[in-house]
């Protein structure tokens, strides 16, 4: 009786609705135990999750199957949107070299890093190991966006941050959908053993592939945003010009992966320059529209958050994890490793020769804060079905778990120690 009650409630008819109680409850709770409410979310989705290993057969989690695609192009793109369209040109211009070399560099460094460890530490095969490697090299600046809320840091670095976790997205599916591409190419397979000497890569080839995808997507999110600044000039509704905007962003994500460039570049940039041209601009978008814009975007943002959180969650399979708890502990610290061995460098050599000024207490939150999020399971989920797919999810849903918990509660604990005139809780 229960169960048939549970199910119908959980039947895909009632999933909006459900999911919506869902927001409400962690929104209510997240004051109340003093966490994010993604955090919240997360926890809430990983007790729907744990329904399906009891006996009442409650939850018929088929239900909740979401084509991974639909999270990279449609979840995805309006975080990125709403994050650098809050991004003040300034602000950006004053670390804009460090970011992007951590959202390229940066990713390609953790990649080979975590490959070489993951291959010779733990002992999997070359291409999965980098394929993983890649998957969970981009950082999620959700729960990062969250802390600072509630404890303060510098604007500049928060900065930082964000429009890093919103470039390295790009380019970490860039790279996973390279070495998945190579090792088809070639003939490869997850399930080979010895991939080493299957496997030649042109890296001159990878490169001018990568600088094409990257500022290709880029070229198109800058065209189709100038394009927009000319048509909002002729508009002064808020209901169309909020509608343009939506075609803006979703628009650049279609044009751009239909001509093989990048789509969250592209959406990356389109948001950067609505941010600091359109929305600035009165005789551009008027005050009324503007302040409608912004509302929008951050409730859409807020719930394509909380639909990431929430597929993390219910997707994730605990007592997979605990079985393989002794691989999760690895990866994640050689996840760890690998982000150490990007980061340090990277803002080392911009101090050194870039006029930027990166302090040593903000690489170490740039270190700390780089936790990962739904992006790594959804790449992990666009695998083909095999074991290895299989091992790879449970280190990706392990290692992404850890990562929230252990760091949201390393930088917690850090920001308010290095920024003690800052770190003033938020409780509004």
């Known amino acids: ?73 449609f979840i995805v793109p309006p975080l990125i949107f709403e994050a650098m369209m809050n991004v003040k040109h300034s602000e ?46 981009p950082t999620d600046a959700a729960i990062v966006i969250e802390v600072f809320k509630r404890v303060k840091v510098p604007k500049i670095l928060s900065t930082l941050m964000e429009s890093e976790a919103s470039f390295n997205d790009a380019t970490a599916v860039i790279i996973f959908s390279s070495v998945i591409a ?10 080979s053993t010895n991939m080493l000497n ?61 001509l093989g460039v990048s789509g969250l570049v592209a959406v990356a940039l389109a ?12 005789h551009i978008m008027s005050e009324k529209v503007k302040t409608y814009v912004i509302n929008f975007w951050e409730m859409i943002a807020f719930f394509a958050n909380s639909a990431a959180f929430l597929y993390l969650g219910i997707n994730m399979d605990v007592i997979r994890i ?13 996840v760890l490793a690998a982000r150490a061995a990007s980061t340090y460098p990277i803002l080392g050599l911009t101090n050194k020769f870039t006029k930027e000024s990166i302090p040593n207490k903000w690489k170490h939150v740039v ?18 079905e095999s074991e290895f797919k299989e091992t790879l999810k449970t280190i990706t849903f392990g290692v992404v778990l850890a990562s929230l918990i252990i760091q949201y509660v ?9 920024f003690p005139s800052e770190s003033v809780e938020n409780v509004s």
């Open 92 to 137: 950006f211009k004053a670390i804009q070299i460090s970011s992007l070399l951590l959202a390229t560099v940066g990713v390609v460094l953790a990649t080979l890093v975590g490959g070489f460890l993951l291959t010779y530490v733990a002992g999997l095969p070359y291409i999965v190991a980098f394929a993983f490697a890649a998957l969970i090299a």
């Open 410 to 418: 390393s930088l917690t604990k850090y920001i308010k120690k290095a």
């Open 271 to 282: 948001g950067l320059y609505y941010g600091n041209v359109i929305v600035k601009r009165v």
């Open 198 to 258: 299957q496997i030649n890569i042109d890296i001159v080839q990878q490169i001018e592939h990568f600088a094409i995808v990257f500022f290709g997507g880029a070229a198109i999110g800058l065209g189709l945003a100038v394009i927009a600044q000319r048509l909002h000039r002729l508009l002064d509704d808020p209901f169309s010009e909020t509608g343009l905007t939506v075609a803006i962003v979703f628009g650049s994500v279609v044009a751009a992966n239909s």
């Open 182 to 191: 190579v090792a088809a190419a070639q003939g490869s397979t997850l399930e």
């Open 367 to 384: 270190m700390i804060g780089g936790m990962r999020g739904a992006l790594s399971v959804a790449l992990v989920a666009t695998l083909p």
């Open 1 to 73: 009786m229960v169960g048939t009650l549970f199910g119908q409630l959980l039947s895909t008819e009632y999933l909006i609705p459900v999911f919506l109680v869902m927001i409400f409850i962690a929104t209510l709770l997240s004051p109340k135990v003093r966490l994010p409410y993604t955090m919240v979310l997360l926890g809430l989705g990983i007790g729907v999750s744990l329904f399906h290993f009891t006996g009442f057969n409650i939850v018929n989690l088929s239900q909740f199957k979401v084509d991974p695609q639909l999270i990279l192009y």
């Open 322 to 334: 605990s079985q393989n708890l002794p691989l999760i502990i690895m990866a994640f610290i050689v």
